[in-house]
C-alpha cells in the first residue's frame, strides 16, 4: 500500500507521519487489495482536520474528520475508514454469493 501524507497549513513532522502510518495500516488487517492512501492534514485557527482518500480495488473511499486536537481527529479518522472499509467488504463479498 502506498501511502502520502501531506499538510495544509502545517508541517508535517516524521512523529506525525509514523501516527497516521501506525493508524492507517488497521485498514490493512481487514483488506488487503488497497492500492493506495492519500491523507491530508488541516490546520486552521480552532479546528483541526484530517481527510484520507483510499483507493482500493473497484472503489475510492472518502473520510473527514474534525476536532480540536489533530491526533484525536487522526483517530477519530482511522475509526471512521475502518468502518467504512469493513462495509466495502462485506458488500463485496455478499455480491459474490
Known amino acids: 500500500m502506498n501511502l502520502s501524507v501531506s ?6 513532522t516524521p512523529a ?7 493508524k ?3 485498514v490493512k488487517r ?3 487489495h488497497v492500492i493506495d492512501a ?3 492534514l488541516t490546520a486552521d485557527k480552532l ?14 473511499l472518502h473520510c473527514e474528520s ?4 489533530l491526533y484525536a481527529a487522526i483517530d477519530l479518522l482511522a475509526d471512521k475508514l ?8 462485506d458488500k463485496l463479498y455478499d455480491k459474490r454469493s
Open 30 to 32: 481487514h483488506f488487503d
Open 82 to 89: 475502518d468502518r467504512q472499509v469493513l462495509k466495502y467488504k
Open 47 to 60: 479546528r483541526q482536520k484530517a481527510e484520507v482518500t483510499l483507493h482500493v480495488r473497484g472503489k475510492d
Open 38 to 40: 492519500h491523507v491530508i
Open 24 to 26: 492507517i495500516a488497521r
Open 7 to 12: 499538510g495544509h497549513h502545517l508541517e508535517v
Open 66 to 69: 474534525e476536532e480540536d486536537d
Open 16 to 22: 506525525l507521519r509514523s501516527y497516521v502510518e501506525s
